[in-house]
């Protein structure tokens, strides 16, 4: 190595000065994203193309860099931080959030074992408690951070499995003349249950899909029924996930009946509030959890409507051994005088490896306190009943789902005219297409029993009231007005 | 929700000030790392310990919770930055990672629809090509960023049955009397295999470790052996799992062997160079890969020795269709107008959501250039040879593997008296653990061929020449002396 070359790291004094630059990009950004068009403009490859098709053989400035990332990246990003982002579910990389994740990537800790950093491990059981006992679940339940909620489900499934097959982890599932074994879910439950129930080799057709009622809920008489008719052809549940606030609707499946059920059955009853979890946190909606006490495990996630930057998904499990027994294994390499002692991370799920994604979860609870989190969840949800009401009180708009948390279902149905649903599906595709480009607003749809219906997810802490009357406008201009037969492009 | 209330986020004026109150905590930690303790020396408990047991009912200052973080989170950190850490595979979160960390956190951009960020989606795959180019792996390699290498050897496991068995995707392994599979990989192979044959649904029984030789390369002939007994026992070859610097010794099992038997027995061959891949980047290392472009699927880790923070682990695939038929699925709130003709990153794996990995990856590749990295990996193996030297010259030391990289495992062996192997456990033991009580340096340790091992592990960009010195110093200085009976605590 020639001594001319730099041998370590860019200096603390260079960092400092960079440092302070992201940051001064970061909070003139926040100052206002509503700036920038809501959903990005580029055309499909162009970020691609506008960036060179190798490394660079020689070290760049940071300056470069930075001034790229401004020309070219920026204008790829769809701006989840924006006011108008109205889209799946909305999410905020608050404050505090990022300034914790600021820390974390400097320490760059990785938390597999307890002495690779016991704050990784400690602190993660501490808000994990902390955030238990804000949405009013009992201490039967031990907690756990993965990256999503998608992993999360999928350990929910795979400690079913633990527990319902005999001897799956040494033998497996194929070869040993096993009965089928079957998951339940409500036909409005996560996609992610369906890939958890592939990937864990229990096949895509083992997932049986219950009907839900009017209200977009799982019926539980139809989950009996299922599983008795399951049971006569031999086939054993494994585990049934609930869902408390599902994808499309929020809808909330009545977990203490299906409670009943898997108490009856002995299946494992996993509960999916990845989104609406955290409303519990306020009084009045300690209700929506009610029955999941009775669950085997929970999903919560942080990232989504906690003001917590992607990722940190919370996994809560009352049988913790099924997924340690799942998942356990400890190699020479990684044994230390305090296995048995102590948690290690590594032995409650796949991922050996595990960030410090405690330390953004503690700031966030710590800086807006539990108060501060209801107010604003609060008005979340005032805001979306507000836009309901004006989807309500106009005779061009419909609304297609009740509004339990903070989305609204709706499509416009102008009067003066009789519509079929292609009709419709074109036209709301057409007013979401329009909606989407004025850059102002980005609303993300569904469908509900065949029909094409927009969400409206108020989810970031940056909408307000004039935010949610800006949408309405936008909606109302970008419809086609009432009696009208016109088919916008 | 009362008027007094806060609303939104901190505001961007606060969050400058603390942003960069953030940037110079992490400067002047940056300065010297090692003024911390390597290993933390808190006791099991001591964090959690410090911490309220709830969460606070109104919100803190940030100036409060910056002080916790001092007092009470800091001491808790096992300091991956410092030089003297050696253990396991010492990484870097360097200066222009943790700036890429910084703005993805602030982005807080979502990539699992080309749409939810097309930068997400297409600077992945730039760095991705970049990274495949600088290591000599062909473009018939298509590239996705993952978490951690457990997830990324999961999903080549996953693709890799979806590729042998039929109809598994829809009908599982369980109740269809299927043959029984079979994985192979070394004894000296990673515990995530262990981990994601058992998810999904093989067994651990289904994993057979093949006899490694006398440098703990696996025998290419010991596995064509295993195969021809385990055909003739009606089990079929799924996949096979070959290593490119195993985690005991960073041994190199020899690919190219390995995969005429794959290409002979029609297995998925899967590459774990999770941590030593990046060495192909050095052209004299290229060897090192040989064989490595007829995988199926190649797994290495940026967030190991290419000073990226934790946490991205770079898969490659050659047969991407395997690994979209494994996984993909598009619930309609997912279906978007660009659906077929972009790539949407939900498709090509078990996780939804996706941070924005890349943008730190892009940071560390340009900062650095190629040759910078080249400079620093060859630096940390001309320090692995030096130790090695040092350790080969002193006659009460030896060295129990070879150092293709740059891990050196020894230990002692005092001379002038005969030693059991219980005896030698017992005193590297005590060697060990009297080395990270020190603070200076972290080793950990391993066990090949039932000898207890010490591990010492170049790559952090801040180890210098000096700070092995001071270990070997160390080393000496706390193993007994030559002829000594005594057994230290």
Not at 132 to 137: A, E, N
Not at 238 to 249: D, E, F, H, Q, Y
Not at 398 to 412: D, M, T
Request: glycine share 8%.
């Amino acid at each position: 190595m020639s001594d001319d070359k730099p041998k370590g790291d860019m200096d603390p004094e260079a960092f400092r000065r960079e440092g302070y630059r992201v940051v001064d990009w970061i909070a003139r950004y926040f100052e206002d994203p509503g700036r920038y068009p809501v959903m990005s403009r580029v055309k499909p490859g162009e970020v691609r193309a506008a960036l060179p098709a190798s490394a660079p053989e020689s070290g760049e400035s940071f300056d470069a860099i930075l001034e790229d990332f401004e020309r070219v990246i920026v204008p790829g990003i769809t701006h989840w931080n924006h006011p108008g982002f109205f889209a799946y579910f909305a999410i905020t990389g608050s404050g505090p959030g990022v300034l914790g994740e600021m820390l974390s990537a400097a320490l760059n800790a990785q938390g597999m074992l307890w002495r690779t950093s016991p704050s990784v491990t400690e602190l993660e059981e501490v808000v994990m408690a902390w955030l238990r006992q804000l949405m009013g679940l009992p201490a039967s339940f031990q907690g756990v951070i993965y990256d999503t909620a998608s992993v999360s489900s999928l350990h929910a499934l795979a400690a079913a499995r633990q527990a319902a097959v005999p001897g799956v982890r040494a033998e497996g599932l194929a070869g040993r003349g096993l009965p089928r074994y079957r998951v339940y879910c409500s036909e409005h439950a996560h996609s992610s249950i369906d890939k958890a129930v592939i990937l864990i080799g229990l096949g895509h057709d083992a997932l049986r899909k219950i009907p839900a009622d009017a209200e977009f809920r799982m019926r539980a008489d139809a989950l009996q029924a299922a599983i008795a008719e399951d049971r006569r052809a031999g086939i054993v549940p494994l585990a049934v996930v609930a869902t408390v606030g599902t994808t499309s609707t929020t809808s909330v499946d009545p977990v203490e009946a299906i409670a009943d059920v898997c108490a009856r059955e002995r299946a494992w009853l996993h509960v999916d509030c990845a989104y609406a979890g955290v409303a519990a946190i306020i009084p009045e909606y300690r209700h929506v959890l009610r029955g999941v006490d009775r669950a085997d495990s929970v999903v919560v996630n942080p990232h989504k409507w906690l003001f917590t930057p992607f990722d940190l998904s919370a996994f809560y499990c009352r049988r913790m051994d099924a997924l340690v027994e799942a998942f356990s294994l400890t190699p020479e390499y990684l044994r230390t005088s305090e296995t048995g002692t102590v948690r290690n991370l590594m032995d409650t799920g796949v991922q050996l490896g595990r960030r410090f994604r405690a330390l953004k979860l503690w700031m966030v609870l710590r800086y807006f306190g539990a108060d501060g989190i209801r107010a604003r969840l609060g008005e979340h949800m005032r805001l979306a009943r507000l836009f309901a009401s004006w989807v309500d009180a106009d005779p061009d708009f419909e609304r297609l789902a009740p509004v339990p948390f903070s989305v609204v279902c709706f499509r416009a149905r102008p009067g003066g005219r009789q519509w079929s649903e292609n009709e419709l599906e074109r036209l709301n595709q057409g007013l979401l297409d329009r909606l989407n480009a004025s850059g102002e607003v980005f609303l993300s749809h569904t469908k509900l029993d065949g029909r094409f219906v927009l969400r409206l997810a108020v989810g970031n802490l940056r909408t307000e009231e004039r935010h949610v009357r800006r949408a309405w406008e936008l909606v109302k201009r970008s419809a086609p007005p009432s009696g009208s037969d016109a088919f916008p492009r």
